[in-house]
């Protein structure tokens, strides 16, 4: 792994990057709300084994359950800067995020997020998806009518059954309702809960899962077969 420093209208922000051979697929990651890439170590490096590279920007940590537009605007711009400036012309990219991460992924794969009536966040269309696995999405800014109907890509969207923060009923929701346009491949783990999915968990959380290791490594492989399509 390698820590780069990019700008974003002057501000610098990190960007770790794990590299796989030259010209691999290139996996673009959208963290949690504590915005650090390297709590989900088990799964970047089950990635680079399975032949991608992983481009996964650094930010910071959301103190607020309910995000402002401008700080949710803000990591979609910073995942296009960072996809731009790492990855080869012509690559295969496509895209992994947890939670929030997941949300910004989904608005960047052409989902239309609000926060509210007349409040849509501005976050560009990142045509270079091709395909998205979302972890344990919240999924309540995308309901309104329309807000999928761009969406092309395959996906798999997969949560904890023991999740209290975006529940399973939450990515049922998102399966059925882009159904109609593509299939979305959804799985649903037992015990597991929000943060399952992470090495390193915040901090005051309690692991509902005896076997948190063991499900990291099943769902990692099991996302990068699906990345590799």
Not at 25 to 54: C, H, K, M, N, W
Not at 163 to 191: C, F, H, M, V, Y
């Amino acid at each position: 792994m390698r820590l780069e420093i990019i700008e974003d209208g002057g501000v610098p922000f990190d960007v770790s990057i794990h590299e796989g051979d030259k010209n691999c697929p290139v996996v673009l990651f959208a963290v949690g709300s504590g915005g650090q890439p390297e709590r989900y170590s088990t799964f970047l490096i089950e990635l680079v084994e399975s032949d991608f590279t992983v481009i996964a920007p650094h930010f910071e940590r959301l103190l607020s359950p309910h995000p402002r537009e401008e700080e949710l605007a803000l990591r979609g711009r910073r995942l296009s800067l960072a996809l731009s400036a790492f990855s080869q012309p012509g690559a295969k990219v496509v895209g992994v995020g947890h939670s929030i991460g997941a949300t910004t992924l989904f608005a960047l794969a052409g989902a239309q997020m609000w926060l509210g009536p007349g409040r849509q966040v501005n976050i560009s269309r990142e045509k270079r998806l091709l395909r998205l696995a979302l972890l344990a999405p919240p999924t309540g800014f995308f309901q309104a009518p329309g807000a999928l109907d761009a969406l092309k890509v395959p996906i798999l969207v997969w949560v904890g059954s023991e999740d209290n923060i975006t529940p399973p009923s939450q990515s049922e929701w998102l399966a059925q309702a882009i159904s109609s346009s593509q299939k979305a491949d959804l799985r649903i783990t037992n015990g597991a809960g929000h943060f399952s999915f992470m090495d390193l968990a915040p901090p005051n959380t309690v692991e509902p899962l005896d076997n948190k290791l063991e499900f990291i490594q099943e769902y990692s492989s099991e996302v990068s077969k699906f990345l590799a399509g």
